[in-house]
């Protein structure tokens, strides 16, 4: 008797990184599982034509600051499955996965250890309550900054590692924001990720080239602490901390490799980043260390290139966790673009968007972040909304080929994560017995359609998108009322 399965996705082109397969197949789900990846026709008691389009794993996003329902949804909207927080983290990281559960997403989740949120309370005495916003808004002051005393350093290892135990993927560690922080603290950080077999997920600190008198050159911290330690050290968004001097660290990654060190790397397909407004590379003294000046800066809350040094001290005192958009490239000129390039395609390089919280340009509308479509009134960086289909965009214009892209956006990032987190072995991956976690998609016509001007609107050519076999987008619509993501936790 011929087996009827839940679904079936007939005839699309399927792409499997992990195979190699790329070709035209029926995709067969059932109980939120892909059963059989056939040539011949499969029968499904939804069975929907997708001939013509690309079935793939659904995109998995290592670095992603905006888990709220409204940033989830527009990263739905670009073909993601999964979205981390590792790059900052949680602390405690088990109260967000209870808070998230509660709330419900459309899309899987998962948080790293905050060695910055612990480090706030330890060396800082602050009290950062756990949430994204509030690690912003902590993320300037010079309180926790500084060197930490041995003991000090002892109490943040076993807090990290009590968060490890308790479920948390890898530790997150925001080097650029505390440059007083002492190298030998990192290197005990990574022995700790050795030991536990967790990744750890570096923001770098300052690159010699732009200030001299750091501790250590960050992208030599980060090899250095692969080769001595053993840990998979994974480097965040290596083109904004890198900027111009990206083939040095690329190189020092590839010669680590080459010595048998684990390091990857991401990057996003923009020529700007964003971050909280009173980091201290931000200071208007600093500035110029990166090649930038006030005018460099884009404050969200109101739009505006911020003007002087004078304005931007106002706006790192009244509001130090406001979101800035700051230019480290110009998208427009052909080296900037061709040295963007290059940190996207480096060997097995991740695309991961670093996706930002959305913020309220208005102060009178109400209910925003969970209405949909989004109204006007929030903005962010566009690489919130369109990361990963500007990805796609960008390799069709430049002839490389799909299946490349897309293993950089699923394939990869999961196995970064596999070794603390058995469930994203299952990711990533379109073959029998996988999640069925995926995308189908167009590959003529996807592409992001934010800008910096209208940064929430949702990237096109998804056509659906299933989350454990659980469609949250149909026929090129979101469903807003169906949130089928599920939590990632270490060893699940």
Same mark, same amino acid.
């Given at each position: ?6 679904? &079936? ?17 029926? @995709?067969?789900?059932?109980? %939120? ?16 034509? =997708? ?15 905006? #888990? ?11 073909? @993601? ?11 405690? *990281? ?32 602050? #009290? ?5 916003? !509030? ?19 002892? /109490? ?5 590692? *009590? ?52 501790? =250590? ?33 690329? !190189? ?10 684990? @390091? ?21 003294? /600093? ?20 003007? +002087? ?14 979101? &800035? ?28 968007? !670093? ?23 929030? &903005? ?5 909304? %369109? ?41 990533? /991956?379109?073959?029998?017995?996988? +999640?069925?976690?995926?995308? &189908? ?7 992001? #359609? ?12 998804? /056509? ?29």
């Amino acid at each position: 008797m011929e087996t009827v399965h839940e679904i &079936v996705l007939q005839r699309g082109r399927v792409i499997d990184p992990e195979t190699g397969l790329d070709a035209v197949r029926d @995709v067969a789900v059932d109980g %939120g599982a892909i059963t059989a990846v056939a040539a011949g026709p499969l029968r499904g008691a939804l069975a929907i034509d =997708v001939a013509g389009l690309v079935v793939a794993p659904g995109f998995i996003d290592l670095h992603s600051h905006s #888990q709220s329902l409204a940033g989830r949804r527009l990263q739905a909207c670009d073909g @993601v499955t999964t979205a981390f927080d590792l790059e900052a983290g949680r602390f405690p *990281a088990a109260a967000a996965y209870t808070r998230e559960a509660a709330d419900g997403s459309p899309i899987n989740y998962g948080f790293s250890a905050s060695w910055a949120a612990i480090r706030m309370q330890v060396v800082g005495g602050l #009290q950062p309550d756990g949430s994204n916003e !509030d690690t912003l808004r902590f993320l300037g002051d010079p309180r926790w900054q500084v060197a930490a005393s041995p003991r000090q350093v002892a /109490r943040i290892i076993d807090d990290l590692a *009590a968060q490890l135990a308790d479920g948390a993927i890898g530790i997150g560690l925001l080097m650029g924001y505390a440059p007083g922080a002492d190298p030998a603290e990192y290197r005990a950080v990574a022995e700790l990720a050795a030991r536990a077999g967790a990744a750890t997920f570096t923001h770098a600190r300052d690159l010699i080239e732009a200030r001299p008198d750091t501790k =250590v050159d960050g992208a030599e911290e980060i090899v250095r602490a692969a080769e001595q330690t053993g840990a998979h050290m994974h480097y965040c968004h290596v083109n904004s901390t890198s900027a111009r001097h990206v083939d040095r660290v690329l !190189d020092l990654v590839r010669r680590c490799r080459a010595a048998g060190g684990r @390091v990857s790397t991401e990057a996003y397909p923009y020529g700007s980043g964003a971050t909280a407004i009173g980091a201290a590379f931000l200071a208007p003294d /600093r500035l110029g260390e990166r090649g930038m000046t006030p005018r460099s800066l884009t404050y969200l809350a109101t739009g505006e290139r911020v003007a +002087d040094a004078a304005r931007l001290e106002q706006l790192r005192a009244t509001d130090p966790g406001g979101l &800035v958009i700051l230019d480290f490239l110009d998208e427009d000129d052909p080296a900037d673009q061709a040295t963007l390039r290059r940190s996207l395609t480096f060997d097995d390089a991740i695309i991961a968007s !670093d996706a930002m919280p959305l913020v309220r340009a208005s102060d009178t509308a109400t209910n925003l972040e969970t209405r949909w479509p989004l109204p006007p009134g929030l &903005v962010t960086h566009p690489r919130t909304a %369109g990361c990963f289909s500007r990805a796609l965009r960008l390799w069709r214009e430049t002839g490389r080929t799909l299946p490349d892209v897309i293993s950089r956006c699923t394939l990869l990032p999961a196995r970064v994560l596999e070794a603390s987190a058995p469930a994203m072995r299952r990711k990533g /991956r379109v073959r029998q017995g996988a +999640d069925a976690d995926l995308v &189908v998609l167009d590959p003529e016509r996807v592409t992001d #359609q934010a800008t910096y001007a209208h940064s929430t609107r949702p990237s096109v050519g998804v /056509r659906h998108l299933l989350v454990g076999g659980t469609f949250v987008i149909r026929d090129g619509s979101l469903l807003p009322e169906v949130r089928p993501g599920r939590p990632i936790r270490a060893s699940t």
